[in-house]
């Protein structure tokens, strides 16, 4: 069972950069697929990113495709969102997450983080 710590939001104007990192224990971190998926007040929870256990395949929401890149260190068991171009609508708490293999739908990881904040301001 994978424990997931995330961390790295905060406020940034439109534009500006971020760095969300995720460190997980409690499993074999190179064989799960791991992901990142946001959440705005009165939305549902929405996929943004994942990368395979090996870190070879990658896929993006189109929302993100091309300013935000998913990456992950198996020595180290982190995966981290590198977010550049924010915009507003980016806004939302971002939960880390992992599973043994690929969706983009939301109830099928059975692990989740906390979450973190992220702000854009216009």
């Known amino acids: 069972q994978l424990q997931l710590d995330e961390s790295g939001g905060g406020l940034v104007q439109a534009g500006g950069s971020l760095r969300l990192s995720c460190a997980a224990s409690?499993?074999?971190?190179?064989?799960?697929?791991m992901g990142w998926f946001r959440q705005a007040p009165g939305k549902e929870r929405e996929f943004v990113a994942h990368?395979?256990?090996?870190?070879?395949?990658?896929y993006y929401a189109d929302s993100v495709k091309g300013r935000f890149t998913i990456s992950r260190d198996n020595a180290k068991n982190t995966v981290s969102l590198q977010m550049n171009s924010l915009e507003p609508e980016d806004t939302a708490v971002y939960y880390c997450?992992?599973?043994?293999?690929?969706?983009?739908?939301?109830?099928?990881?059975?692990?989740w983080g906390q979450g973190t904040q992220v702000t854009v301001s216009s």
């Open positions: 997450t992992g599973r043994a293999s690929l969706s983009r739908t939301a109830r099928d990881y059975p692990y």
């Open positions: 409690g499993g074999t971190f190179s064989n799960y697929w």
């Open positions: 990368i395979s256990g090996s870190g070879r395949s990658t």
